[in-house]
């Protein structure tokens, strides 16, 4: 696999919370620049291997469709899935780790699993760029959606549909 991009996110909240709240992948729009869409696409639960989503994203080319499938995850501690987008068929990392009881971190890194992609060609450059760009603005993002004023407002959120 060739990586595209990667970041190191520390989130004021617990392993557990971080965990539940992203691998729940129809939040993926909410912190992470570009998904236009994401919905299941199948009945399995969050989180759990074999679990598939439909995604529709912007990239550097234009408007993408693609599914993504949950590979691998364990509970608090990994979580990978796969996407079905030619030529780059990208993969998704995150790894979690428990700072103390109230902090928590996010590795987070996107691979592509075409090994014949020229990582010199200028998709690739343009990809590596635009996404590494994306990493950073989800970091932020995600840092702001579980601050304690982004929970409690998802929450009145929640309440009111």
């Known amino acids: ?11 004021a909240v617990p392993v557990d919370t971080l965990f539940n709240f992203v691998t729940n992948m129809e939040n993926y729009g909410l912190w992470f620049p570009g ?11 969050h989180g759990t291997k074999g679990k598939i989503y439909k995604e529709v994203i912007n990239m550097p080319d234009g408007q993408h469709n693609l599914l993504i499938e949950v590979k691998e995850t364990k509970t608090n501690e990994y979580f990978y899935t796969e996407g079905d987008l030619a030529p780059l068929l990208p993969a998704m990392q995150m790894q979690f780790k428990s700072i103390n009881l109230e902090q928590s971190q996010l590795n987070l890194s996107y691979y592509s699993r075409n090994n014949k992609l020229d990582t010199h060609s200028e998709l690739f450059k343009s990809i590596t760029e635009n996404l590494s760009g994306r990493v950073n603005i989800a970091g932020v993002n995600l840092q702001q959606i579980l601050s304690p004023q982004g929970v409690h407002a998802i929450q009145a959120l929640n309440r009111q549909t």
């Open 1 to 11: 696999m060739k990586q595209l991009a990667n970041t190191s996110i520390n989130v």
């Open 35 to 45: 998904v236009v869409a994401i919905s299941s696409h199948n009945k399995l639960k």
